[in-house]
């Protein structure tokens, strides 16, 4: 079973006990999150697309902790003009483990008796 949620403006394809990076999130290392805005669900098979959302349905998981991206170089020159410069950015983002994938209104198929015909 996967879903496809939306985490701050992007989508990721998360599986149960998939640790995911996302952008960093203002809470404390620990704690639970909950993301509501689940687009795609795939139960063994059966696809479940919301329109734009899933109603009742939710993603939940904890923060385990923030971390930082390498880092990435910017470099800027102006050639014959004398003008270089050099900056770097590093993105903070949080780690997230995928505790469970909740989707309501799902009723499980019961296995049917196989029905033997005797004659």
């Given at each position: 079973?996967?879903?496809?949620?939306?985490?701050?403006?992007?989508?990721?394809k998360?599986?149960?006990?998939?640790?995911?990076?996302?952008?960093?999130?203002?809470?404390?290392?620990?704690?639970?999150?909950?993301?509501?805005?689940?687009?795609?669900?795939?139960?063994?098979?059966?696809?479940?697309?919301?329109?734009?959302?899933?109603e009742d349905?939710?993603?939940?998981?904890?923060?385990?902790?923030?971390?930082?991206?390498?880092?990435?170089?910017?470099?800027?020159?102006?050639?014959?003009?004398?003008?270089?410069?050099e900056?770097?950015?590093?993105?903070?983002?949080?780690?997230?483990?995928?505790?469970?994938?909740?989707?309501?209104?799902?009723?499980?198929?019961?296995?049917?008796?196989?029905?033997?015909?005797?004659?």
């Amino acid at each position: 079973m996967y879903a496809i949620v939306e985490i701050a403006g992007q989508q990721f394809k998360v599986q149960k006990n998939d640790e995911i990076y996302v952008h960093r999130m203002d809470v404390e290392p620990g704690t639970k999150v909950e993301f509501k805005e689940v687009l795609l669900v795939d139960n063994n098979g059966k696809v479940n697309v919301g329109m734009p959302h899933i109603e009742d349905s939710k993603v939940s998981g904890k923060v385990l902790e923030h971390a930082r991206g390498d880092k990435v170089i910017v470099f800027k020159k102006k050639r014959r003009k004398g003008f270089q410069k050099e900056t770097g950015h590093r993105q903070d983002f949080s780690k997230i483990l995928i505790e469970s994938i909740t989707l309501k209104g799902v009723v499980k198929e019961k296995k049917a008796k196989k029905e033997t015909i005797e004659e």
